[in-house]
């Protein structure tokens, strides 16, 4: 019995390790990372002591501006669909959210919106652009509705993509990942020990269209969110209390607005793209079928060139 009861022990012990091995995931190296991550448009504007905000500027430097936020445990890179069809005609601002990407950490672990707003606002005037149209993603599109609240002078024109906040936006499912990530037991554990087949498993969740998922995108979104103090900066946002929109706000949104949205998202359901839709006064909505919750990636053509006819219109 006791040599039984030592096999098993022995066997849990092997399986304990294994599982350790296989799920150990350490930083990445900041160093390693904005050699692979960055490109000739890369800057890093310091906006505060500590926090310095990884920019691309790209595109036509003589077109109007268009800038892009990212959305919850993504990065710039999410953009680079639409960067590559729309640089020429537009003047197009990337950038890593604090506790994202390049940027890492917020030096206050500051994760609020307005906060976020204030950084954001701080990068474009750093670059001394001071109008242009904003597109956000998710959590981007929060951070961009608040901003366009915020600034209403500076926002020219405002799209929503599959964007958080609307009311009634409950997921109809939670990729893994985001599940592991609100749970407060597990947030120690999660700072050293990061599968990479999680972070395939939450993505293949995220997206109806495979086509982006691969290795190499898999790569970058496990090498960034290892990045210094990111992955503690996705338990922070986690305890972040966020007041959901109100028909108030969205009345006050007067600039032209692009309502963007997967039918398919799970995440924040195609319900939430008809309450902006019929909040924001005069806003367009379209709709594509059997895509998620990342359009710009999943149809970059199709969403690039309803971007483009939406901004052409909102200049005549």
Sequence with gaps: MKRILLSILGLIAIALIGLFIW????DTDPVAMRAKYTNAASR???VEPGLKVHVRVEGNPTAPALLLLHGSNASLQTWEPWVARLGKDYRIISLDLAGHGLTGPHPKRDYNVATTVGVV??????LGINSFALAGNSMGGWVSWNYALAHPDKVSALILVDAAGAPDSEPTAIPI????ARSRALRPVLKVFTPRAIIAKSLDQTMTVKAPLTEAAIDRYWDLLRYPGNREATGDRGDVKRSPATAEQM???TMPTLVMWGAEDKLIPVRAANWFAGAIPGAQKV???KVGHIPME???DQSAEDVRAFLAQAKQ
């Design 298 to 300: 999943e149809v970059p």
């Design 251 to 253: 009345q006050r949104l």
């Design 44 to 46: 890093f504007v310091e």
């Design 287 to 289: 709709i594509y079928p």
């Design 23 to 26: 799920g150990y995931a350490p």
């Design 177 to 180: 990942g985001f599940k592991l």
């Design 121 to 126: 606002d701080a990068v474009m005037t750093k």
